[in-house]
């Protein structure tokens, strides 16, 4: 049974870089067709999509996230990571890992970790 | 961007009850609408996807419905399990966004 676990800090500080890394258990990150992405979810502007990695490693972003975000891989390790820079109060939120395009339809979200609250204090 | 507004934000309903809830897409999405739920300090599941298509191992009480720009969400007959908050999202178009939720209490 496929299983997504966020880890990292807890907390941030201002105008530093949250570092996630989502495991994946169950599932191949290399195996067609998923892509693997990141969502967080905020009181303020609920939820919100940051940007996914395909199979092949391509990567697709949220435009108004893209300039300080990356989303890279570990093949190895069957891990995804997700790093943003600059991080402000307003990056402070749950952060969740999913898998998508179970069954070629991109943008749908079937399955999810359990999330990962990231504080952004100093 | 596509905006997504559902309506209501809040809705309690009693036990028994047939619910519906809306989504309005700011512009046509082609049946790209998925729904999901979300239960307190818990991850959204899926429920809906491509607007009518039930997820696997979803109750059937649950259906979705709708077309262009206005979706709906309907569950048959309230059960107390059901309590959540109830999420719409649309892929039609980059970046992928979703509707500020509707929250469902019992009555």
């Known amino acids: 049974q496929l299983q997504l676990q966020e880890s990292g800090p807890a907390v941030v500080e201002p105008s530093e870089t949250l570092s996630l890394t989502c495991t994946v258990s169950g599932g191949s990150i290399s195996s067609r067709p998923y892509y693997w992405g990141w969502i967080r979810q905020t009181p303020g502007k609920g939820l919100e999509w940051i940007g996914s990695?395909?199979?092949?490693?391509?990567?697709h972003y949220n435009p108004s996230l893209k300039s300080r975000i990356t989303i890279s891989a570990d093949t190895s390790k069957n891990q995804f990571f997700l790093k943003l820079s600059s991080v402000t109060a307003a990056d402070t939120a749950v952060y969740y890992c999913a898998r998508h395009n179970d069954y070629g339809d991109p943008g749908v979200f079937h399955s999810w970790g359990q999330g990962t609250l990231v504080t952004v204090s100093s | 961007d596509i905006q997504m507004t559902q309506s209501p934000s809040s809705l309690s309903a009693s036990v028994g009850d047939r619910v519906t809830i809306t989504c309005q897409a700011s512009?046509?999405?082609?049946?790209?609408l998925n729904w999901y739920q979300q239960k307190p300090g818990k991850a959204p599941k899926l429920l809906i996807y491509d607007a009518p298509s039930l997820e696997t191992g979803v109750p059937s009480r649950f259906s979705g419905s709708g077309s262009g720009t206005h979706f709906t969400l309907t569950i048959s007959s309230l059960q107390p399990e059901d309590i959540a908050t109830y999420y719409c999202q649309q892929y039609d178009d980059l970046p992928w966004t979703f509707g500020q939720g509707t929250k469902l209490e019992i009555k």
């Open positions: 990695l395909s199979y092949d490693g391509s990567t």
């Open positions: 512009q046509d999405i082609n049946n790209y």
